[in-house]
Protein backbone atom coordinates (compact mmCIF):
# COMPACT_ATOMS: atom_id res chain seq x y z
CA UNK A 1 0.00 0.00 0.00
CA UNK A 2 1.21 3.30 -0.81
CA UNK A 3 1.76 6.20 1.49
CA UNK A 4 -0.26 9.51 1.07
CA UNK A 5 3.59 10.74 0.74
CA UNK A 6 4.26 9.19 -2.68
CA UNK A 7 1.33 10.70 -4.17
CA UNK A 8 1.94 14.06 -2.90
CA UNK A 9 5.40 13.59 -4.24
CA UNK A 10 3.69 11.96 -7.23
CA UNK A 11 1.79 15.28 -7.80
CA UNK A 12 4.71 17.48 -7.34
CA UNK A 13 6.07 15.99 -10.38
CA UNK A 14 3.97 15.22 -12.60
CA UNK A 15 1.17 17.29 -11.93
CA UNK A 16 -2.30 15.57 -12.47
CA UNK A 17 -1.51 12.76 -14.30
CA UNK A 18 1.26 11.52 -12.22
CA UNK A 19 -1.70 10.53 -9.95
CA UNK A 20 -2.60 8.36 -13.00
CA UNK A 21 -0.99 4.59 -12.54
CA UNK A 22 1.18 3.54 -14.97
CA UNK A 23 3.25 0.13 -15.85
CA UNK A 24 5.43 -1.07 -13.31
CA UNK A 25 9.03 -0.42 -14.72
CA UNK A 26 10.10 -3.87 -13.56
CA UNK A 27 13.49 -5.53 -12.74
CA UNK A 28 16.26 -3.95 -13.66
CA UNK A 29 18.13 -6.57 -16.91
CA UNK A 30 21.17 -8.36 -15.56
CA UNK A 31 22.70 -8.43 -19.13
CA UNK A 32 24.18 -4.97 -19.62
CA UNK A 33 24.82 -3.49 -23.35
CA UNK A 34 28.77 -4.52 -22.61
CA UNK A 35 27.52 -8.24 -21.44
CA UNK A 36 25.33 -8.50 -25.00
CA UNK A 37 28.45 -7.45 -27.14
CA UNK A 38 30.51 -9.59 -25.85
CA UNK A 39 28.33 -12.59 -25.61
CA UNK A 40 27.38 -12.16 -29.50
CA UNK A 41 31.33 -11.70 -29.83
CA UNK A 42 32.18 -15.35 -28.36
CA UNK A 43 29.16 -17.34 -30.10
CA UNK A 44 30.04 -15.47 -33.15
CA UNK A 45 33.34 -16.62 -33.14
CA UNK A 46 32.37 -20.64 -31.94
CA UNK A 47 34.28 -22.15 -28.77
CA UNK A 48 37.86 -22.99 -28.70
CA UNK A 49 37.95 -26.37 -27.53
CA UNK A 50 41.27 -26.52 -25.77
CA UNK A 51 40.32 -23.35 -23.46
CA UNK A 52 36.39 -23.59 -23.24
CA UNK A 53 36.47 -27.37 -23.48
CA UNK A 54 33.52 -27.85 -25.72
CA UNK A 55 33.27 -28.00 -29.50
CA UNK A 56 29.70 -26.05 -29.66
CA UNK A 57 28.53 -23.54 -27.66
CA UNK A 58 24.80 -25.10 -25.71
CA UNK A 59 23.10 -22.43 -23.30
CA UNK A 60 24.53 -24.39 -19.85
CA UNK A 61 27.92 -23.63 -21.27
CA UNK A 62 27.07 -20.03 -22.16
CA UNK A 63 25.55 -19.23 -18.90
CA UNK A 64 29.10 -20.77 -17.41
CA UNK A 65 30.82 -18.20 -19.47
CA UNK A 66 28.87 -15.32 -18.52
CA UNK A 67 29.67 -16.43 -14.90
CA UNK A 68 33.30 -17.35 -15.60
CA UNK A 69 33.79 -13.88 -17.16
CA UNK A 70 31.51 -11.36 -15.54
CA UNK A 71 30.45 -12.93 -12.47
CA UNK A 72 26.78 -12.58 -13.82
CA UNK A 73 24.14 -15.43 -13.13
CA UNK A 74 20.97 -15.71 -15.57
CA UNK A 75 18.76 -18.58 -16.09
CA UNK A 76 18.94 -20.79 -19.41
CA UNK A 77 15.42 -19.07 -20.43
CA UNK A 78 16.35 -15.41 -20.14
CA UNK A 79 20.08 -16.34 -22.01
CA UNK A 80 17.95 -18.29 -24.42
CA UNK A 81 15.61 -14.75 -24.98
CA UNK A 82 18.45 -12.85 -25.31
CA UNK A 83 20.49 -14.99 -27.54
CA UNK A 84 17.46 -15.15 -29.93
CA UNK A 85 17.06 -11.09 -29.33
CA UNK A 86 20.37 -10.85 -31.38
CA UNK A 87 19.74 -12.85 -33.42
CA UNK A 88 20.74 -16.16 -33.21
CA UNK A 89 18.50 -19.41 -33.32
CA UNK A 90 18.96 -23.15 -32.28
CA UNK A 91 20.62 -25.36 -34.67
CA UNK A 92 21.03 -29.25 -34.09
CA UNK A 93 22.32 -31.78 -35.95
CA UNK A 94 20.06 -34.86 -36.92
CA UNK A 95 20.84 -37.70 -34.90
CA UNK A 96 22.15 -40.60 -36.17
CA UNK A 97 22.36 -44.16 -34.95
CA UNK A 98 25.59 -45.51 -33.83
CA UNK A 99 25.36 -48.34 -35.45
CA UNK A 100 23.57 -47.58 -38.84
CA UNK A 101 25.46 -49.60 -41.91
CA UNK A 102 24.66 -47.56 -45.22
CA UNK A 103 26.06 -50.29 -46.98
CA UNK A 104 22.81 -52.49 -45.34
CA UNK A 105 20.36 -49.73 -45.88
CA UNK A 106 21.18 -49.30 -49.40
CA UNK A 107 20.63 -52.77 -49.77
CA UNK A 108 17.45 -52.88 -48.51
CA UNK A 109 16.14 -50.45 -50.72
CA UNK A 110 13.13 -51.28 -53.36
CA UNK A 111 14.25 -50.91 -56.82
CA UNK A 112 11.03 -50.87 -59.18
CA UNK A 113 11.79 -51.05 -62.74
CA UNK A 114 10.22 -47.50 -64.62
CA UNK A 115 6.27 -47.42 -64.87
CA UNK A 116 6.88 -46.75 -68.53
CA UNK A 117 9.90 -47.10 -71.04
CA UNK A 118 10.27 -45.48 -74.78
CA UNK A 119 9.00 -47.45 -77.55
CA UNK A 120 11.24 -48.83 -79.90
CA UNK A 121 11.73 -47.38 -83.17
CA UNK A 122 10.43 -49.20 -86.07
CA UNK A 123 12.60 -49.09 -88.97
CA UNK A 124 10.54 -48.27 -92.68
CA UNK A 125 11.03 -51.49 -95.06
CA UNK A 126 13.75 -50.09 -97.84
CA UNK A 127 12.51 -48.85 -100.98
CA UNK A 128 12.74 -51.11 -104.04
Not at 17 to 37: M, Y
Request: hydrophobic share 40%; proline share 9%.
Amino acid sequence: MQTVRHWVLRFNDAGAAGLLTGKAPGPQPRLAEHHRVALRQIVEEGPIPAVHGVVRWRIIDLLQWLWDEFRVSVSKQTLSRELRALGFRKLSARPRHHAKDPDAAEAFKKTSPPCWRRSQRRRLPASP
